[in-house]
């Protein structure tokens, strides 16, 4: 059983930049494919980003591309994102999640989820 915690979140203005991090516990991190979504008010969760195991392969959605950078410490068992340039439209919940096998960007094939982190972005 993966145990995940998130952390980074908060109040930024837009413009601005956080840095989340998401603990593992438990679990063969390093093996699984670790991803960020995230869930507006009123909204359907949404896939932000995901990095896999091996070979390591990273995918962003487009709203995020070229400013949202995800990466992973095996040794920390940990997972980041580092959010720059954020707008309104980036706030939300953000959730890690690990996914035991394959690399998909589909909720549903994700196996372990945290409780999330709030992230608002203020114009």
């Known amino acids: 059983q993966v145990q995940l915690a998130e952390s980074g979140g908060g109040l930024v203005q837009a413009g601005g930049s956080l840095r989340l991090s998401c603990a593992a516990s438990?679990?063969?991190?390093?093996?699984?494919?670790m991803g960020w979504f995230r869930q507006a008010p009123g909204k359907e969760r949404e896939f932000v980003s995901a990095?896999?195991?091996?070979?390591?392969?990273?995918y962003y959605a487009d709203s995020v591309k070229g400013r949202f950078t995800i990466s992973r410490d095996a040794a920390k068992k940990s997972l980041y994102l580092q959010m720059n340039d954020l707008r309104p439209e980036d706030t939300a919940v953000y959730y890690c999640?690990?996914?035991?096998?394959?690399?998909?960007?589909?909720?549903?094939?994700?196996?372990?989820w945290g409780q999330g982190t709030q992230v608002t972005v203020s114009s």
């Open positions: 990095v896999s195991w091996r070979p390591v392969y990273t």
């Open positions: 438990g679990g063969s991190f390093s093996t699984y494919t």
């Open positions: 999640g690990a996914q035991k096998w394959g690399d998909s960007r589909l909720i549903g094939d994700y196996d372990y």
